[in-house]
């Protein structure tokens, strides 16, 4: 049984991947078939307010001022009943959900609304749980989401099975002053999901081999964070997010999120970095390319980004401090 307090708000950042989620062993419990590592991104965030109302007949979920049905309702009703089960009670809820980030342009708004949902939620119910747990029930809601429980740099270990597959904080935000530049190249909705994507991974002949290599460049990734060796983290982080876009290309159906403007941008950026500039690039299952480079280059990356043909607009975040009550 729980404390039961009936209302909680949580903020969660967004987080970007250095070394990307593409497949899972267990598409249920979002099982990855790898683990992953990602920066989370100071203000670009969702904030979730959980009400459990004794008066409601069903969840309600109103996302962005608009009321969610269908499978989007299902996937934050199962967190709900979660939360319920554990803390042993019945009474349905309200969520109300705001990004302040454009959804559905490959900045990971799942990610950072289910790890919200997750904090807000256990909160609301009562339940004093640690940020495992909180990581392994966003997990539950979408699988990044498990990475902007903890905060800074964080580590999704894919662990045995669903008690030991959540996220850790490897370095702090103050560990490394990085920035992320986010080139827009479309705000439209991506065509296919990232949770259709996932279940596309075992499709393409390339993904055995992206996977077997996973440990490999968890573990330059890794020692590039803690060491703060720049070159060493461009490298890796562009060859990750190669590889996935690679097996996405090479899935039957095929999935291509590149646009034109997303290669002038991944081709600029390697150009900028033989001049001189650190810069990185990677990007997600979307056109848009996050460009990784030290914060007091922010200006100057973002400046570039913006003369690039086809960059509608530059968003830009620094690294990003854990979900949190509000
Ligand atoms: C390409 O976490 O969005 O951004 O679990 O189905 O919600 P679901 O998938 P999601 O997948 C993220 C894929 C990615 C890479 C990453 O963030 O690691």
Sequence with gaps: ????????????????????????RDATLRLPVNGSISMNLEGLFTRTTVRFQPSLALDEVVINGRETTGK?????????????????????????????FPTGAGIASSAAAFAALALAATRAAGLAWDEAQISRLARLGSGSAARSVPGGFVE???????????????????HWALADCIAIVSEGHKATGSTEGHALAPTSPLQSARVADAPRRLEICRRAILERDFFALASIIELDSDMMHA?????????????P????????????????????????????????????????VAHLLQQVSGVKRVLCATVGGPARLV
């Design 247 to 259: 097996v996405m290309m090479t899935s039957q159906p095929p999935l291509f999120y590149w646009q």
């Design 72 to 100: 989007g309702l299902e996937r934050v009703v199962r967190i709900l009943d979660i939360v319920r089960q554990a803390a042993g009670m019945d009474v349905r809820a309200e969520v109300i959900s705001e990004n302040n």
């Design 261 to 300: 403007a997303t290669l002038a941008v991944m081709q600029a950026v390697r150009r900028w970095r033989e001049d001189g500039l650190q810069v990185a690039y990677t990007v997600d299952a979307g056109p848009n390319v996050h460009v990784i480079c030290p914060q007091r280059e922010m200006g100057e």
């Design 1 to 24: 049984m729980s404390d039961y307090i009936g209302t909680a708000t949580a903020c969660a950042n967004s987080n970007i991947a250095f070394c990307k989620y593409w497949g899972n």
């Design 156 to 174: 999704w270990q894919m662990g045995t099975g669903d008690e030991d597959s959540f996220a850790v904080s490897i370095a702090p935000p103050d």
